[in-house]
């Protein structure tokens, strides 16, 4: 679905539960809808430049035209994209429309650009392929040029359509479900925190994501030592001040001996999974930055609030897996303002 309307938020839904009781077991990912997809509005934007022809885009006004449905948050992001394509466009402005349900519906948006001072209209159709609503919007705005005849000239863009780019876009939706029905949708890690006061702990890459992850094992208590042929400004300054050894070279076969715990956190996948390899070998836990299934250990999104720290592991979903760690902190907060 290209919208965040009745269908994907109750119907689909209703149905997928619906089958899974109906089949005991089954599994079912509900990928996001296209909507927000940049590579949308790209497409759409692709539309309205086909039929500029000589107009110039900043004499060129857009009236962006959705469906409509009684499902507020839906109908304020079409309104958002018609700003995303503004912002994103050169146009001299987009409005936004609807034909159904809601307002303004596509007559008092062409009114609304024409009160404006648009010099020449482009109507785009947001609808994934042609139907009933790309016929009612031609049919639309033929009604409106009729009854207007000194208006503006008014070109309708193509609906997006089957092609490549759209494509695309399903198929990343379509592997990103996939990969969340791999486990069954479970994190298969054991969760545990390390003790590491003291004990010797190897981090192989000198970058920001490495900065990160030595920053909070120094806190930790850790003895770190850093293979890499360069550091960051952060980290060169705790070396030169001897929190932390580092050897300026790359990673090389016999490194991880002795160490408690491992980070493989290169720009490099080779280098990482030499690492882990060799992690693996010794029976030493290994954390990649670059693929986490490469790896025998997870870092957890974590935080500290109330005298507690808490982690979160999730399972290929960052931005959930941070979200649940900061409503978690937000909890422990409240829990503490309350005793």
Known sequence: MLGNGGHVRRDIPEALEAGRARVPGSRVAYAPHLGPDPALRALTLDRIRAVLGDWAEPATTVVLVGRGCSIAGTNAEHVALARLLEEEGAFAQVLPAFLQVTGPDLPAA????????????????????????????????????????????????????????????????????????????????????????????????????????????????????????????????????????????????????????VLAVTDDPAVNTRVAAEAETRHTFCVRSDHAAGG????????????????????REPRRTAAVRDALLEAARTLAEDD
């Open 110 to 261: 062409l009114d609304r650009a024409v009160r404006l001072g648009a010099e020449r209209i482009v109507v785009a159709p947001n609808f994934l392929f042609p139907g009933s609503m790309r016929t009612w919007t031609g049919d639309q705005v033929a009604a409106w040029r009729d009854a207007r005849p000194a208006a503006p000239p008014v070109r309708v863009a193509e609906v997006i359509g089957p092609c490549a780019g759209l494509a695309a876009v399903v198929a990343d939706r379509y592997r990103a479900g996939a990969r969340r029905l791999d486990d069954g949708g479970a994190t298969p890690v054991y969760l545990s925190g390390l003790v590491l006061r003291g004990r010797d702990v190897l981090v192989v890459g000198g970058g920001r994501v490495a900065e990160r992850r030595i920053l909070a094992l120094l806190d930790a208590g850790a003895r770190v030592r850093v293979v890499s042929p360069i550091l960051t400004p952060v980290l060169s300054a705790l070396e030169l001040a001897g929190r932390f050894s580092w050897s300026a070279r790359a990673y090389a076969d016999g490194d991880v001996a002795d160490a408690w715990y």
């Open 296 to 315: 025998s250990a997870w870092t957890p999104a974590t935080g500290r609030s109330a005298g507690m720290l808490i982690g979160v592991v999730g399972h």
